[in-house]
């Protein structure tokens, strides 16, 4: 059973260190001896699920997320759709989250379409408004459990959620839209998060809950053997101590 | 009118003086900025007042890598043809460490003692401080993905350095990298800009780093199309939609020939002819600042036999590539600022050959970016690749330090190399690394800005550098 990560836009959505999030699920899956393939896919190429995936779709600027808004609005948006309702394994993040929802609407008032896969929208900062800047500890509850996401922030736009579900509630950061203490959202499992900084190293138990999920969906029993994190949890344990001590952020 | 003028000026500058004494004596720092704070409260037209005074005008040198360095070696050189120049050597970059440079070298009555400025400024006072100094000339070095943070979008911060242009004299003045396409892209803005730029296939990495930040034409958004990549987004392109290319560079640099940590040799091509240029500073990256470094100091009167001694006697910048006898042990001190750097280091390590002992330290204040996210987007694969075969069997696991040890040392895992100590904070990381470091072997530090700075001082404390402030 191959795992493959279909890489969206890597050669232009590459901001913010997305390739650590990308090199976190290849490696823990060879650490594992499962076998895992990294596909980019560009402006103009079509998705083509496997039927154990994990889908990246990464931050970018303004300029990119314009070009981008024009290759979701034909085909792939569409196939993206039909992937998250089968229940595929999506992650989007910043730029990537954003282009989830309805619109993404930039500075200068273009309203960039998304692909609709939750029910929310971004609107850019008001004038006198900062962007969102900062590390950030987010909670999430999956599959009945409580646990933490600690990443780092840097987002002009503020999201508002509709009827969808937030990834988790802000610690300490700021989140969707610095406003109402919802972070990212979650819609089967698809998942969208203002967290970069990167997610995934710092985040193992929600790498691993991202492979387990595209795994199960061929093999309903699959377990993940467990692999030694202490680097990862010192990473993600200095960083939430620094945020929970109310120290410098 | 004008003596009241006089009299204002004066109390500024001695205002100034007696606030850069303070900060020395409280040992608050270099106390690089904080005279220039003091003298522009006093009279917030002291920078345009003493500027105005230097025969020869001011020229300045921005960009994300390599400002301090190129601004020394241009100082370096204007010194050879017996052009005095006053900087703000020590970092510091924005209008209130301009105009601490410029009241320091001034006398009571506001009379400058440098015929000419030469100042590294940060990309967003670029707007500022061309239009107090009334700059005559501006070198435009790089735009590489750094503090984003900060500024939010590269080309915004492109778009903030060309507004400075219409202050600059028309038809010449400003100097752009051609190899670098958004930087090259501000010409549009700039009629008479000269470019500087590497013609040398050797240098060809024949990939585009994961860091490259622009490689959609800055124009159109079209992918470029790249005969040869040198680092990052730089190198040799075109457009094919909308034609956009590399312009013909002024001065360029051919041969080029890296020689490990040990320098750099090339021809350099100008207006006034060619010669060959040897470098003690190691990688493309000075090839670069040198050849902007030249192409200021010519456009401001040098001469090329100038410029060949005066990059050929070249020692480094603070901090940027510094060694250190540290007793027995030898300490080289390489700062880190990105991925394109940091990747550059690393080349060079490979090409070197024999580095052993290795400490990064990562540090997050606001100086060195909050987010460290670009530790990912660094080719630590390419050492762990060169070590698979063969190459840097020597090297020892590589230690991380500074505020963010943790994370560096993630980041080593992932890209399968081994982890050394893991020592948060950078005093207590620099002295767990001698230690580990045998007499007789060199330790490589390689530091983000203020993780670089606590090195030096615990350097300093354990008699090995004398703080920055006094290397000037």
Same mark, same amino acid.
């Given at each position: 059973m191959k795992l493959t990560v279909h890489h969206l836009y890597a050669d232009m959505m590459n901001l913010y260190g997305d390739r650590g999030n990308v090199l976190s699920i290849k490696k823990r899956c060879e650490w594992r001896g499962i076998p895992v393939e990294v =596909?980019? +896919?560009? +402006?103009? $190429?079509? =998705?083509?699920?496997?039927?154990?995936d994990i889908f990246l779709f990464g931050g970018g600027q303004d300029r990119e997320q314009a070009l981008l808004a024009g290759d979701l609005a034909g085909k792939k948006g569409a196939e993206l759709r039909a992937i998250v309702e089968d229940g595929g394994v999506v992650l989007g993040v910043c730029g990537g989250y954003q282009l989830m929802?309805?619109?993404? $609407?930039?500075? $200068?008032g273009e309203r960039l379409p998304g692909v609709g896969i939750f029910d929310l929208y971004t609107e850019p900062r008001k004038p006198g408004e900062g962007r969102l800047i900062g590390n950030i500890l987010v909670r999430v509850e999956l599959g009945g459990e409580a646990r933490e996401l600690v990443g780092f922030e840097n987002h002009g736009g503020r999201t508002r959620l509709g009827d969808v579900e937030p990834l988790g509630t802000v610690l300490y950061g700021h989140g969707n839209n610095g406003e109402d203490g919802t972070e990212g959202a979650r819609r089967l499992n698809a998942y969208g998060t203002y967290l970069h900084g990167s997610l995934l190293p710092k985040n193992p138990w929600f790498t691993d809950h991202l492979i387990l999920s595209a795994l199960r969906r061929v093999d309903g029993s699959f377990e993940l053997e467990p692999l030694d994190d202490a680097l990862e949890l010192r990473a993600f344990e200095a960083m939430a101590a620094r945020l929970r001590g109310g120290g410098a952020s | 009118m004008a003596l009241?003028? !006089?009299?204002? @000026?004066?109390a500024a500058i001695a205002a100034a003086r007696a606030a850069?004494?303070?900060?020395? @004596? @409280?040992?608050? %720092? %270099? #106390?690089s900025t904080v005279p220039g704070v003091v003298a522009r409260r006093l !009279?917030?037209?002291v920078l345009r007042a003493l500027s105005g005074r230097l025969p020869r005008g001011s020229a300045a040198v921005t960009g994300t890598n390599g400002k301090t360095t190129t601004a020394r070696m241009a100082g370096a050189i204007l010194r050879e043809a017996g052009i005095r120049t006053v900087s703000n050597f020590t970092g510091a970059n924005l209008v209130t460490g301009v105009t601490a440079a410029l009241v320091e070298d001034s006398d009571l009555a506001g009379r400058p003692s440098a015929e000419m400025g030469l100042f590294e400024v940060d990309e967003a006072s670029v707007p500022r401080v061309a239009a107090e100094a009334e700059l005559r000339l501006l070198a435009v070095l790089n735009l590489f993905r750094d503090q984003l943070d900060r500024y939010g979008e590269l080309a915004y911060t492109g778009k903030?350095?060309?507004?400075?242009?219409e202050h600059l004299p028309p038809g010449g003045g400003v100097i752009l990298n051609a190899d670098d396409p958004l930087v090259a892209s501000l010409g549009r803005s700039a009629p008479g800009a000269l470019y500087f730029g590497v013609d040398e296939p050797a240098l060809d990495t024949g990939r585009l780093q994961h860091v490259a930040d622009s490689k959609d034409c800055p124009l159109c958004g079209t992918p470029l199309s790249y005969s040869a990549v040198y680092m990052g987004h730089v190198g040799v392109y075109r457009c094919g939609r909308c034609g956009f290319g590399r312009p013909e560079p002024a001065y360029r640099a051919s041969r080029v020939r890296l020689r490990g940590v040990r320098g750099a040799t090339f021809v350099l091509s100008g207006p006034a002819g060619e010669r060959e240029v040897r470098l003690r500073l190691p990688g493309l990256y000075n090839v670069y600042n040198a050849?902007?470094?030249?192409?200021?100091? #010519?456009?401001? %009167?040098?001469?090329?036999?100038?410029?060949?001694?005066g990059l050929g006697a070249f020692g480094g910048a603070f901090g940027r590539v510094e060694r250190v006898l540290a007793g027995e042990r030898e300490v080289f001190l390489l700062l880190i600022k990105n991925p394109v750097g940091f990747n550059e280091i690393l080349r060079t390590f490979i090409a070197g050959g024999g580095a052993r002992h290795v400490l990064v330290a990562i540090n997050d204040n606001d100086a060195d970016g909050r987010d460290v996210s670009w530790l990912w987007d660094v080719d630590l694969e390419m050492l762990a690749e060169a070590r698979e075969e063969g190459l840097l069997s020597e090297m020892q696991p590589i230690m991380a330090g500074g505020l963010r040890a943790e994370d560096m040392a993630v980041r080593l895992k992932y890209a399968g190399l081994p982890v050394g100590a893991v020592v948060p904070g950078c005093g207590e990381a620099l002295r767990r690394a001698l230690d580990a470091t045998p007499p007789g072997e060199t330790l490589y530090v390689l530091p983000t800005y203020t993780a670089m700075l606590e090195i030096r001082r615990?350097?300093?404390e354990l008699g090995y550098a004398r703080p920055f402030w006094e290397d000037r």
């Open positions: =596909v980019d +896919v560009g +402006v103009g $190429e079509p =998705v083509r699920p496997t039927g154990c929802g309805h619109y993404y $609407e930039t500075p $200068e | 009241l003028r !006089d009299a204002r @000026l004066s850069r004494a303070a900060s020395r @004596l @409280l040992r608050a %720092g %270099g #106390g !009279d917030p037209r903030v350095i060309a507004s400075a242009f050849l902007a470094a030249a192409a200021l100091a #010519g456009e401001a %009167g040098a001469a090329m036999e100038h410029i060949v001694r615990a350097l300093s």
